[in-house]
C-alpha cells in the first residue's frame, strides 16, 4: 500500500475561482507527477518534479502550476477555475533511480468539478 | 505522438475463467512497461512490471508477456474474481537521453467485467 495522499478528494467550486490541490507522499520519493484523467480515459501527465525545486511540465499543456518545497509535498494550483478543468487530478511519485524503471505509486486522485 | 494503446475497451469474463487483456505498443524504445489497475474512485494501483530484457513475469495469480518483435504486451489474470472488476491500463516508459525518465505513457485502459 503506498503512502500517498491527497485532499480533498472531491471539489466543486465556481468559474473563477482559485484552487490548490493538495499531494504529499511519506515514502521519500524524490520524483513526483500529476496526471489529468477523464473519466474512463487514459492518464495525461500535465506536471511532474524530480526533486525539490524542480519542476516540469508534461505531455498535456495545462493553465495549472506546481511548486516543489519540500520533497514529500507537491501542490497543484489552479489560477483561475473554467469548467473546461472539470476532470480527476492523480498524483503520484516514484523511486526513480535510473536503469529504466520507474514505478510510480499513485494516491487516490481529487475529483474536480467547476461550474 | 507515439502511444500505447489496448485494443478492446470492454472485457467480460465469467467468474473462475482467466481473463488476457491485451496492450499494443508503438514505441521500439520503450524499455520498461507497467500494468496498474484502477477500481471505481480510486487511483491506479500496481500489479506487476517487466523490463524489455524480459518475455515473461509472474505474480500472484497474473502473468505479463512482452513481444517485442510485433510490440504487444498482454496481462493474463488466472481465475477471475469479482474483486478483479477494474479498469487495467499498460504504460510503457521510453528512456530518455538524459537517462531519466518524464513519466510513463499510459494506455486508453479496458474495463474488465466479471460475470457471475
Known amino acids: 500500500e503506498a503512502d500517498i495522499y491527497q485532499t480533498p478528494r472531491y471539489l466543486v467550486i465556481g468559474t473563477g475561482k482559485k484552487i490548490t490541490l493538495e499531494c504529499s507522499q511519506t515514502m521519500g520519493h524524490d520524483k513526483m507527477y500529476w496526471y489529468q484523467q477523464d473519466p474512463g480515459m487514459e492518464l495525461h501527465l500535465i506536471h511532474y518534479s524530480y526533486g525539490v525545486n524542480s519542476t516540469e511540465k508534461g505531455d498535456l499543456s495545462s493553465e495549472s502550476t506546481v511548486s516543489r518545497i519540500r520533497t514529500e509535498h507537491f501542490p497543484l494550483t489552479l489560477e483561475s477555475a473554467r469548467p473546461s478543468h472539470t476532470s480527476q487530478y492523480l498524483c503520484a511519485s516514484s523511486d526513480y533511480s535510473g536503469g529504466g524503471t520507474d514505478t510510480q505509486y499513485f494516491g487516490p486522485g481529487t475529483r474536480l468539478t467547476v461550474l | ?116
Open chain 2, 1 to 116: 505522438g507515439e502511444s500505447v494503446g489496448l485494443h478492446l475497451p470492454t472485457l467480460s469474463v465469467q467468474e473462475g475463467d482467466n481473463s488476457i487483456i491485451n496492450c499494443a505498443y508503438s514505441n521500439s524504445a520503450s524499455d520498461y512497461f507497467i500494468w496498474y489497475k484502477q477500481e471505481s474512485g480510486k487511483g491506479p494501483q500496481f500489479i506487476i512490471d517487466i523490463r524489455s530484457n524480459m518475455d515473461k513475469r509472474q505474480g500472484q495469480r497474473v502473468t505479463v508477456l512482452l513481444n517485442k518483435t510485433v510490440k504487444h504486451l498482454s496481462l493474463q489474470i488466472a481465475a477471475t474474481q469479482p474483486g478483479d472488476s477494474a479498469v487495467y491500463f499498460c504504460a510503457e516508459n521510453i528512456p530518455h537521453s538524459g537517462g531519466g525518465a518524464d513519466g510513463l505513457t499510459f494506455g486508453k485502459g479496458t474495463h474488465l467485467i466479471i460475470q457471475p
